[in-house]
Antibody, heavy 123, light 107 residues
């Protein structure tokens, strides 16, 4: 069974650093892109960026480039999202999602999602 | 960047009703359009990919259509468990964009 299990909720102060994780199991972790998606309180979904754990190829949304760092450790089937200096506006739920590719339709979509990590940044 | 606009923002319908949600892209995205359902506090669940392909395990009352800039998600007979927020998402060009969501409530 494919699973993406994310690290637990975090409460941080502005200016602190943070690294959250997403551990994949039940499939070949190195063969699928993993994306990070932000959902601010009461708002919609925003695609932040994506990593291919097989070779650590990374693509960022321009909205998040320079604001976060995406990485992965394929030896432990885990992807990461990190901040060097959190702001109150980083308060949100963060999801990781596996990107599937349909050969028949030549299309990408997110077929498995983590349970989400709630990050609260408050002084 | 491509912008995705859904309508309506919310709807309330009775069990058994036919429900249609639309999604419009700001430029042609061919058939690179996916639909997700999200329930409170959970990660989204894919329903339809590539505009009209039903994801394995998803009930056949869900269907998708469209290409280019205009797409629809149809629930042929609304069931009590279909409440939640529905999002469209384009996978034509990075950064992938989501619509703002449509909240579906059961009357």
């Amino acid at each position: 069974e494919v699973q993406l299990v994310q690290s637990g909720a975090e409460v941080k102060k502005p200016g602190e650093s943070l690294k959250i994780s997403c551990k994949g199991s039940g499939y070949n972790f190195t063969s699928y892109w993993i994306a990070w998606v932000r959902q601010m309180p009461g708002k919609g979904l925003e695609w932040m960026g994506i990593i291919y754990p097989g070779d650590s190829d990374i693509r960022y949304s321009p909205s998040f480039q320079g604001q976060v760092t995406i990485s992965a450790d394929k030896s432990i089937s885990t992807a990461y999202l990190q901040w060097s200096s959190l702001k109150a506006s980083d308060t949100a739920m963060y999801f990781c999602a596996r990107e599937e590719y349909s050969n028949g339709r030549s299309a990408y979509y997110f077929d498995y999602w983590g349970q989400g990590t709630l990050v609260t940044v408050s002084s | 960047d491509i912008q995705m606009t859904q309508s309506p923002s919310s709807l309330s319908a009775s069990v058994g009703d036919r429900v249609t949600i639309t999604c419009r892209a700001s430029q042609s995205i061919s058939s690179y359009l996916n639909w997700y359902q999200q329930k409170a506090g959970k990660g989204p669940k894919v329903l339809i990919y590539a505009a009209s392909s039903l994801q394995s395990g998803v009930p056949s009352r869900f269907s998708g259509s469209g290409s280019g800039t205009d797409f629809t998600l149809t629930i042929s007979s609304l069931q009590p468990e279909d409440f939640g927020i529905y999002y469209c998402q384009e996978s034509y060009s990075i950064p992938w964009r989501f619509g703002q969501g449509t909240k579906v409530e059961i009357k």
